[in-house]
């Protein structure tokens, strides 16, 4: 029997949602509750081809998902809420206590609380976002799917750092990753080019302003690049990936900064933005480098070489590898950046890929190595909200 879930993705000023048919998988409608806090707050939602979008005070949380409740009556995309029977709510970090999606109730909400140092603005945001749903229908369960339950299946020599492990005993801390939920969608996805693979390893590359790569062997995590946080890991739109830690010291010694100052630095002003001084979106970084500008042409190829060594550290972590796919903002639509990225590691890894057909490829599956590749190539656009609508109807058997 068919029934209407609804996945959301609450942000510290943000609350992205979509509403599932399920198990069909249809996309009933979609939208984002945006600028919370403010007079100016945006709400859109699509539906049936269509698009409304309106400029109204959004106060808080509680105030967006009102707005949310009431437009699926107003619009008639629902004819009660009822209709709703979860709710799947994306949480970043779910730390040391969390493998799988769980029931989101009070037990969870604790834990998903007790995180929040290791993710302040999101645990926090994402608590507020369950408890407006929770105010509002409280009788419609809630499932937790977090962003780190992917990746729990690593082994103590890919999770643990280097540094004294009554650290990792007294504090937790420890290598948890990110984008686990895309990660591990991709590697389902990714099976579609492998048949009659047995047992396909896949690298994947969730390269958005967040970025980071995952190594997947048997349908799990191996090894993943993002780290205690998602500031681990390859350069990003703003945050620096893996450095030398001394640098934090170096460089708070030399601007008379603070280690909290330079952490926010390292976070937002990092990556591709400080190094390049234009932007962190590859579009304005790839424009200037088309009128030649150093800088952006340094940073590109930063960029390419970062992601290119975490490939080249998978590939050997996997004993090799069957494809490699490209996904999220950058990795789906930008051939330029896809371009950069394989012909660094081509050689070693065998690849051939038709540059004709990469190059203007944006947001469709596709396979971009030729028939002789020794590693496949692929561009898959992810999907975390079916993963957490599934996830829904996994565990509540619905
Ligand atoms: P994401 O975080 O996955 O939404 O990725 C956003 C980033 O993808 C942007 O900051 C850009 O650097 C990059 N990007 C490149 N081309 C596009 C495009 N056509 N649409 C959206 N993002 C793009």
Redesign the pocket.
């Known amino acids: 029997m068919s029934t209407k879930v609804m996945a959301v993705n609450a942000g510290s000023s943000s609350l992205k949602f979509k509403l599932y048919q399920m198990p069909e998988e249809i996309v009933i409608c979609s939208g984002i509750a945006d600028r919370i806090g403010h007079d100016d707050g945006i709400f859109k939602i699509s539906y049936d081809s269509k698009t409304k979008k309106k400029v109204i005070p959004l106060r808080d949380h509680r105030v967006a998902v009102k707005l949310l409740l009431d437009a699926l009556i107003d619009l008639q995309i629902v004819q009660s809420l009822s209709e709703i029977q979860a709710i799947g709510h994306r949480v970043v970090q779910g730390g040391k206590y969390f493998s799988d999606s769980v029931l989101f109730d009070l037990a969870t909400a604790e834990k998903i609380e007790s995180l929040i140092p290791l993710a302040p603005l999101h645990n926090h945001a994402h608590l507020i976002g369950y408890q407006a749903f929770k105010d509002a229908l409280p009788d419609t369960p809630a499932i937790a799917v977090f962003d780190t339950a992917f990746h729990q299946t690593m082994v103590a020599q890919d999770y643990l750092f280097p540094i004294p492990y009554r650290y990792f005993e007294k504090y937790d801390i420890r290598r948890y990753g990110a984008h686990g939920t895309s990660h591990q969608y991709l590697g389902l996805e990714a099976e579609e080019f492998l048949p009659g693979v047995e047992h396909p390893r896949v690298i994947s590359c ?5 970025a980071s790569i995952t190594a997947i062997k048997d349908r799990k995590c191996v090894a993943t690049s993002m780290g205690l946080t998602p500031l681990g890991g390859i350069m990003m ?1 703003t945050r620096t990936g893996d450095i030398d830690p001394s640098v934090m010291m170096y460089a708070c010694k030399m601007t008379g900064k603070d280690v909290y100052e330079m952490y926010q630095i390292f976070n937002h002003k990092s990556g ?1 933005l400080g190094v390049s001084g234009i932007s ?4 304005d ?1 790839e424009e200037a480098t088309e009128k030649g500008d150093e800088r952006a042409i340094i940073t590109n190829q930063l960029f390419a070489r970062r992601v290119a060594d975490y490939i080249g550290q998978y590939f050997v972590r996997l004993g090799g590898a069957d494809i490699i796919v490209f996904s ?3 990795g ?3 051939g330029y ?1 896809r371009q950069l990225i394989i012909d660094e590691i081509k050689d070693a890894l065998g690849i051939t890929y038709d540059k004709e057909k990469n190059l203007p490829l ?2 469709e599956k596709a396979l971009i190595s030729l028939p002789d590749s020794r590693v496949k190539v692929a561009i898959i656009p992810t999907d975390e909200e079916i993963m957490i609508a599934r996830d829904c109807v996994r565990i509540l058997k619905l």
């Open positions: 969730h390269i958005g302003s967040g739109g591709m962190n979106d590859t579009r970084i999220a903002g950058i789906e639509n930008s950046y944006r947001g």
